[in-house]
């Protein structure tokens, strides 16, 4: 069970406030007087007598059942590497893909030859953690579900991992206009649902670039992030024309934003 | 990755970029003076709501002219934290580019204490801090122009002594500023799709068909040309280009002062 312990910034040195007979966890250690002392920056917490503290910064660590967001940075021979900003390698089995044709069969010395057709050098797509290796050092991807794979007309956001929670639906839409991916890994699609390929019209892409500048925002300010929290903000920073939003002063009205709840 | 750039590209036809912005408006950017307080001439230039973006210093010293009657300036440019072979082409080619347009019109002679014996030598280091820093060229140049206005150099006299040939040089009370009146700034004009984009993100640097570096003084003229990238252009985009960096240079110069810098054409 996770108790919070105090919602109160600490700082890699400082001596995170927690009850005697605790243990140090993961972003912890114990000095020499006993005390435990936090050697990541972030918000402490408790999982019974384990002090933990949550770092607010940092590389994303791969989950089995995750969805993540990634970008191909190498076709192999029957797999694809993935990078999705971890510090583990993630991969992509040919057998772990959905084929466009939708037919279920094991892949042949054919289908390695298309590869490139399916995921190309460079393409972003959107996939789920499947299986972690035995130390946790490599990651398997799948994309075997019809709501997976490349993406197109969008934009993508980088967050920090951190600010992406679990949530109920990774794939969401705001307002019936604009649908966003959230990948655990802090990649945030916000696109255009279409099934082809083409020219956003403008208003969807005025709201899809809002959409990413307010999350732009909301990471500086380290706001969770989440699909109401988006469309509070939104609805909050409606007054303000698209060409001012990136400002500090959108930054300060975001913090008070959170700040009031 | 084709599909991210279509985006983009289809965005500047439409003209609403990725943040937000119209295709003439550039970011918000604040320049500071002395930074560095052991460097007699220092700046730092930020992009809002970004991490610190480039950093410049400047260093004085003593040497030997190589040309009779003028001083040594000497320009490094770095990228903070990054070693690969590929970033380190790329710095040489910004620094030849930043050498051709702007420092070959430095007055070099003003550095001079005794001509053919002593003269200064100015050291400018440029870091660049930011691991995805964009429109690279026009925010050194600016960095450069402020950090060279924050210039204090020691009032100098050079002594020859006409019996022994032997030279002094005498220090004086008070300090002097570096002339720049004359050194241009660069400003950068992309084409994407045959229309004009001012302040390129990363993103939209590698959509950009060519990039086109017009190196421009005070007065409005036009001092230099460079183009980047391979792609094509007509006659009259040229000079639709030069037009629009002149009006940004303008901006530029009367911004300065002021230390925060943001200009959106119409």
Request: proline share 3%; net charge negative; aromatic share 4%.
């Amino acid at each position: 069970m996770e108790i919070e312990i105090e919602r109160n910034l600490v700082m890699p040195g400082d001596v995170v406030p927690c009850p005697t007979g605790s243990m140090p966890g993961y972003g912890t250690y114990q000095n020499e007087v006993g005390e435990i002392v936090s050697n990541v920056m972030g918000y402490p917490a408790m999982y019974n007598r384990l002090v933990c503290v949550n770092s607010l910064r940092g590389c994303y660590i791969g989950e089995t059942g995750n969805v993540v967001i990634g970008r191909i940075s190498q076709v192999g021979n029957k797999r694809w590497k993935v990078d999705i900003g971890a510090s583990q390698e993630a991969a992509l089995q040919l057998s772990s893909i959905d084929l466009p044709t939708g037919e279920h069969r094991i892949r042949s010395e054919e289908d390695q030859l298309h590869m490139r057709e399916y995921f190309n050098h460079n393409d972003l797509l959107s996939a789920e953690v499947q299986s972690k290796s035995q130390e946790g050092k490599a990651i398997n991807l799948q994309t075997r579900s019809s709501k997976f794979g490349k993406l197109k007309n969008g934009m993508l956001v980088v967050v920090s991992p951190n600010l992406v929670a679990r949530m109920r639906q990774h794939f969401c839409q705001l307002n019936n206009e604009v649908d966003i991916i959230f990948g655990r890994n802090g990649w945030i699609w916000v696109y255009y649902n279409n099934t082809n390929e083409l020219e956003v019209p403008l208003i969807r892409r005025q709201q899809i670039v809002r959409i990413s500048c307010l999350l732009k925002l909301m990471n500086k300010a380290l706001v969770m992030i989440s699909p109401e929290k988006i469309q509070q903000v939104f609805e909050r920073t409606s007054d303000i024309e698209l060409e001012d939003l990136l400002a500090e002063s959108t930054l300060e009205r975001i913090k008070d934003i959170d700040a009031v709840e | 990755m084709q599909s991210e750039k279509k985006f983009i590209t289809d965005g500047i036809k439409q003209n609403c970029r990725c943040d937000g912005r119209g295709i003439l408006s550039s970011r918000r950017i604040k320049i500071e003076k002395g930074v560095c307080t052991l460097s007699p001439g220092s700046a730092q230039l930020n992009i809002e709501l970004s991490s610190p973006h480039i950093i410049c210093g400047c260093k004085l010293e003593i040497g030997v002219p190589e040309v009779e009657d003028e001083g040594i300036v000497n320009l490094s440019i770095e990228l903070a934290g990054k070693s690969l072979m590929t970033d380190k082409e790329r710095m040489a080619e910004v620094k030849s580019l930043i050498e051709m347009l702007m420092l070959n019109y430095f007055n070099k002679k003003q550095l001079c204490i005794i001509p053919g014996r002593k003269c200064w030598k100015l050291f400018i280091d440029v870091e660049i801090l930011d691991k995805d820093a964009s429109n690279l060229i026009e925010h050194i140049s600016l960095t450069i122009t402020s950090a060279l206005e924050d210039v204090k150099v020691l009032a100098t006299e050079g002594i020859v002594n006409k019996n022994t040939k032997e030279e002094y040089i005498e220090i004086l009370d008070g300090t002097v500023r570096i002339n720049i009146d004359e050194l241009p700034i660069i400003t950068t004009v992309a084409q994407i799709n045959t229309s004009s984009v001012l302040d390129l993100t990363a993103e939209e640097e590698g959509c950009a068909d060519s990039l086109l570096h017009f190196s421009i003084d005070k007065n409005g003229t036009i001092k230099g040309i460079i183009k980047e990238n391979p792609g094509r252009l007509a006659v009259d985009q040229v000079l639709s280009a030069a037009n629009i960096a002149k009006e940004v240079a303008a901006h530029i110069f009367s911004d300065l002062g002021t230390g925060s810098i943001k200009y959106k054409l119409s």
